[in-house]
């Protein structure tokens, strides 16, 4: 059993940046994968970044390739997901996960966060 809790989310001005956290809890030797995804309304869940437990693997979505860093720190249990150069598509509701497999496909993890909203105004 993992708990995510992320936070950082809110309102961002167009250009800006901003950067989410998300501490686990629990069993954290079981998150071998973490992952940022995002989803609007009638939209499917997409992959942000996701990242391995020694970050020997990272994974971008081609939409944010250039502008999104992801890491981690596991002595503090906490992945982090900074983003810049924040357009208005960039606007969703941003979900941590976690699960024992490296993948970019949301349906193979395991645990998720509350999530955490997103507003790219301009």
């Known amino acids: 059993q993992v708990q995510l809790v992320e936070s950082g989310g809110g309102l961002v001005q167009a250009g800006g940046a901003l950067g989410l956290s998300c501490a686990a809890s629990g069993r954290t030797f079981t998150t071998a994968a973490m992952a940022w995804f995002r989803q609007t309304p009638g939209n499917e869940r997409e992959l942000v970044a996701a990242?391995?437990?020694?970050?020997?693997?990272?994974a971008y979505a081609d939409s944010v390739k250039g502008r999104c860093s992801i890491s981690r720190d596991n002595a503090k249990n906490t992945v982090y997901l900074h983003l810049n150069s924040l357009k208005a598509e960039d606007t969703a509701l941003y979900y941590c996960?976690?699960?024992?497999?490296?993948?970019?496909?949301?349906?193979?993890?395991?645990?998720w966060g509350q999530g955490t909203q997103v507003t790219v105004s301009s």
């Open positions: 990242i391995t437990w020694s970050g020997s693997r990272i």
């Open positions: 996960a976690t699960g024992s497999r490296f993948s970019r496909d949301y349906s193979l993890y395991d645990y």
